[in-house]
């Protein structure tokens, strides 16, 4: 997997993805500790209006910038966007009232859902070879991973040292790093989109979704992964500490395993893509998830036990697994589905249909989660992934034999 690094231009820009995503650990933790400074008691409705407007920002923002800035050299647009976003994070430190947090973030996110669909769309462009680019794919999901690990134990021990203002200096600095090692890296000739009305480059990304089986079958796709990771990401710690009633150590200890599954899998699928079409491994995830959140609506109408605890983790491993599953090859779609003039608009919309999915599943899964139980919950949402998992299976129909 390693071995895509000995590409000069792909390392550099690796690397710019590191510490963007080192940075942006921190600038949750930051976030999260100056809300509380500002809201006390109130920090959870800021943080999750917060979390609101990010989600908002990436459905919204990212096809229009794609529309507005398709003549734009990418480099340009990239360092930008890194700029913005490193202008944002030195601003944060200031802010005295909530409205400008919510300001701020939503410039920040606009700035993000600018530059992660861009930068997705360059590494084809810099990695043509399919094998290269599959490894690469499995390293961005190491990456994304290990961030989730890294950035808080990172934030904890810079924490010891310093105020929580100064974590917003750790993300300046990693966006600035970002911006400095993407203007280092020399980009291949990337054609420029022809001229055209704003509403066609606008609608570019959705109408290739429209016209091709894998990337319509992805939407569906993209819905079930939503289910899974709701139920993880809003309901793990009222599990543990709520259902189970653990500490608080065991919610990060669950967290990891979830994050572990996915390790493992992007591991493992560069020489398994090499042999297997990517439809059998999607699909494959697609199945496991709805069926891993039937049995965590078994599991969680369990009384907590340690039994119960080792098949919990199990579970996440396995959860986590299964998304990776989906999730890894996914970029593969895209690139067979785009070409150097519409890709960045492929991945725009990509970007911005995926985000749309958590807008519907993580308030689906908090208010279910507390008005009707876990169990329930967990069973609603299986319910939403095996129709969106049924979904993609009959329309991403394997290939008709060839009659000779």
């Not at 507005?68 to 647009?77: E, N």
Request: with cysteine; aromatic share 8%.
């Amino acid at each position: 997997m390693l071995e895509v690094l000995r590409n000069p231009a792909y390392a550099k820009l690796f690397s710019a993805q590191v510490v963007a995503l080192l940075g942006t650990g921190l600038l949750t933790v930051a976030l999260g500790l100056l809300a509380f400074a500002l809201a006390g008691g109130d920090a959870g409705l800021v943080l999750g209006t917060a979390l609101t407007i990010k989600m908002l920002a990436y459905v919204g923002v990212a096809p229009l910038i794609a529309a507005v800035a398709s003549r734009i050299p990418r480099k340009t647009l990239l360092v930008s966007a890194d700029v913005l976003r490193a202008a944002v994070a030195i601003s944060l430190p200031f802010v005295t009232e909530v409205w400008q947090i919510y300001v701020l973030i939503f410039v920040l996110q606009a700035a993000s859902a600018t530059f992660t669909p861009a930068f997705q769309a360059v590494i084809p462009e810099v990695l043509p070879d399919e094998r290269q680019y599959t490894r690469a794919l499995s390293l961005s999901r190491l990456a994304y991973d290990l961030e989730a690990l890294v950035s808080p134990i990172l934030a904890a021990a810079l924490l010891t040292l310093v105020s929580y203002n100064n974590l917003f200096v750790g993300t300046f600095a990693g966006f600035v790093a970002s911006a400095i090692l993407v203007l280092a890296t020399r980009f291949p000739a990337i054609a420029v989109s022809p001229p055209a009305p704003f509403f066609d480059r606008l609608t570019r990304g959705v109408r290739a979704f429209w016209r091709s089986v894998e990337l319509r079958s992805l939407l569906a796709l993209n819905l079930v992964v939503a289910a899974a990771t709701a139920m993880v990401l809003v309901n793990t710690v009222v599990l543990v500490q709520g259902v189970l009633g653990r500490g608080q150590e065991d919610v990060a200890l669950l967290l990891a395993a979830y994050g572990a599954g996915s390790m493992i899998v992007a591991l493992a699928l560069p020489k398994a893509l090499d042999r297997m079409p990517d439809r059998h491994v999607m699909l494959t995830g697609a199945i496991v998830l709805p069926f891993g959140l039937g049995a965590v609506a078994v599991l969680t109408a369990l009384p907590g036990s340690a039994a119960v605890w080792i098949v919990t983790l199990a579970l996440w491993l396995l959860l986590g697994a299964a998304t990776s599953l989906v999730l890894t090859p996914s970029a593969r779609l895209l690139r067979r589905g785009s070409d150097e003039t519409n890709r960045p608009a492929v991945f725009a919309a990509q970007f911005s249909l995926s985000h749309a999915c958590y807008i519907v599943t993580y308030p689906l899964a908090g208010a279910l989660g507390a008005w009707l139980g876990l169990p329930l919950t967990a069973l609603v949402l299986a319910g939403v992934a095996l129709l969106a998992a049924a979904t993609a299976v009959v329309s991403w129909r394997a290939p008709a034999p060839i009659r000779t």
